[in-house]
């Protein structure tokens, strides 16, 4: 690109990034700086509101950039993360919102530790957060610095780390001085800015191909080298036993993890009640569901119209395949109306990572201090010293993301979060639905199943070629690879749920019925909820 079209992308990124400074400085002066209006922003968001904003919390890097990459390299297997990602939401909706809404107050250890001993739970629940939210935080990260590295070139590494280190410290802002509120603001106008940008471009698509689907997936299958089996499965996930059992648990961890994501738990705790949670994920699914159709629709288009080798020679992992897309749609990239496409597209982008990485932000900083510190330092009146741990440890948080977000520059950011998805699913998932469904659980049963999911997932990943033992992993020149698969969710989540069915069995404390009772009630009608 030249000097003048990167200028105008670097313009519309300090606008976004202006108008989201702008609604956190305008937040920060009209809240008090309790924990219910720092976490959950006075819980006053309506239906719509939580839909748009849930959406936008939802519809990450990974959405926009990483899965229509996929799709324009792999065809019919990197469509699995679209349908994964969407079909996830039917578990959100018919186990999760309302019960979560109605038995936890800021959360997902709130849901546990209600009739569980309070302290050994919301360590595990928290830490399980934590980690869940940093692999989260870092595909954000790589999405945001393969946006600049198209923008300046591939000599522009330097450029690349600081704009790392700059949407951290974005993110730590929004989060300190904004809370809550700031952050469903932003989101909101992210999903209308995705959502317009999406749109423009889908149509631009089938516009080339008279609006004829066939004709697009035929052109994407001849132009990508392999022909029909770019249409069929098997492509990425087919060449042998390990590569179907890797789509299996990818697949796995896509429709399962959703549900455990601390980031959007917390969300449901923004509007007044459980029917306005459940309201608030009906509109989330009407605006998700769109979207990803959408997603498909550019990774084909990228296919057919750039070919998988440009897409490749821009970004190894596919990451830039729709802002390259919309430079083309626009007449190429030395056009102006290619430039004008092009960085508005990777404005959207660069807004959908600034707004994710805020709400991630805020979920983890409030398990950090709702969780962890409020358990490790138990006193009453704490509330304001409780938020005041929230933002110390939201730089934290932003650190340790940044540092992985550099170290991870090439790996798909779609990758990634299915990482973090799995990991959400195997640690997060089994002990919420054993807290809210069976009558027998108890403190061991639950910390049990925390570790039992987390410990195999986190150390599987470690030991697979996402870490070692091949070309594109972390860190190529060593291997100690030993496990076989990319994603651990078909080995790490059954573990998580049978851990917490032997520490159940094994454990000497007697299930408390009253406190089942309580919650029973309390998470299908509300009484009692905050």
């Known amino acids: 690109m030249s000097t003048e079209h990167q200028t105008l992308a670097l313009i519309l990124f300090s606008v976004f990034i202006a108008i989201t400074l702008g609604i956190t400085t305008w937040v920060s002066r009209n809240r008090h700086g309790s924990a219910e209006e720092f976490y959950a922003g006075g819980r006053l968001f309506s239906p719509l509101e939580n839909g748009f904003a ?19 390299l792999f065809g019919y297997d990197g469509m699995l993360y679209s349908v994964g990602f969407l079909v996830a939401w039917l578990v959100v909706l018919f186990l999760v919102a309302e019960l979560v809404r109605n038995c936890g107050r800021f959360t997902l250890a709130d849901v546990v530790a209600a009739r569980m001993s309070r302290r050994p739970v919301r360590i ?18 790589v999405g945001a610095g393969s946006l600049v590295g198209l923008l300046i070139g591939g000599s522009g590494a330097a450029a690349r780390t600081l704009t790392v ?20 603001w932003i989101q909101i106008v992210k999903a209308v800015l995705l959502m317009g940008g999406a749109i423009t471009l889908t149509v631009l698509v089938l516009l080339r191909f008279h609006g004829d689907v066939n004709q697009l997936l035929t052109s994407a299958a001849e132009r990508s080298g392999h022909g029909a089996r770019f249409l069929s499965p098997g492509l990425k996930y087919g060449a042998d036993w390990t590569a179907r059992l890797d789509f299996m648990s990818l697949g796995l961890a896509l429709v399962l993890g959703t549900a455990g994501l601390p980031h959007i738990l917390s969300r449901f705790y923004t509007v007044p009640t459980a029917r306005a949670a459940r309201r608030s994920v009906v509109w989330a699914i009407a605006l998700i569901g769109a979207f990803y159709l959408m997603t498909i629709v550019l990774g084909f288009g990228a296919a057919a119209l750039l070919g998988p ?6 970004n190894a992992s596919g990451n830039t395949a729709v802002p390259l897309l919309a430079g083309f749609l626009g007449g190429g990239t030395d056009s102006t109306g290619g430039a004008v496409l092009f960085a508005f597209v990777a404005a959207i982008a660069f807004a959908t990572i600034l707004a994710v990485v805020a709400g991630i932000t805020l979920a983890s900083s409030a398990s950090v201090a709702h969780d962890l510190y409020a358990s490790l330092k138990r006193r009453h009146g704490r509330q304001r010293g409780e938020v005041a741990v929230a933002k110390v440890a939201a730089v934290g948080i932003g650190a340790v993301a940044i540092a992985l977000g550099l170290l991870a520059q090439d790996l798909n950011v779609a990758f990634l979060v299915g990482l973090a998805f799995a990991v ?25 199943s925390v570790y039992g999911g987390l ?29 076989p698969l990319q994603n651990p969710g ?10 917490g069915w032997l520490g159940t069995l094994t454990s000497s404390e007697a299930p408390d019925a009253a406190k089942h009772a309580e919650t029973e009630v309390r998470s299908l009608t509300g009484a009692g909820a905050v």
């Open 124 to 141: 595990a629940a928290g830490a399980s957060s934590v980690v869940v939210s940093v692999l989260y935080l870092v595909a954000q990260m």
């Open 490 to 499: 078909i080995v790490s989540i059954p573990l998580g749920f049978l851990a």
């Open 455 to 483: 410990v195999p997932a986190v150390l599987l990943v470690v030991l697979s070629p996402v870490v070692s033992g091949s070309a594109q992993s972390l860190f190529p020149g060593v291997d100690f690879q030993y496990f």
């Open 309 to 314: 080798d440009q897409v490749r020679t821009s």
């Open 165 to 184: 280190i700059g949407v951290g410290a974005l993110m730590v802002v929004y989060v300190s001085f904004g809370g809550m509120r700031a952050t469903t």
């Open 424 to 448: 959400a699913a195997s640690a997060n998932l089994p002990v919420l639905l054993y807290s809210l469904f069976w009558r027998e659980f108890t403190t061991r049963g639950a910390v049990w």
């Open 54 to 72: 849930i959406a936008g919390d939802y519809m990450s890097a990974a959405s926009f950039l990483g899965i229509s990459g996929l799709i324009a």
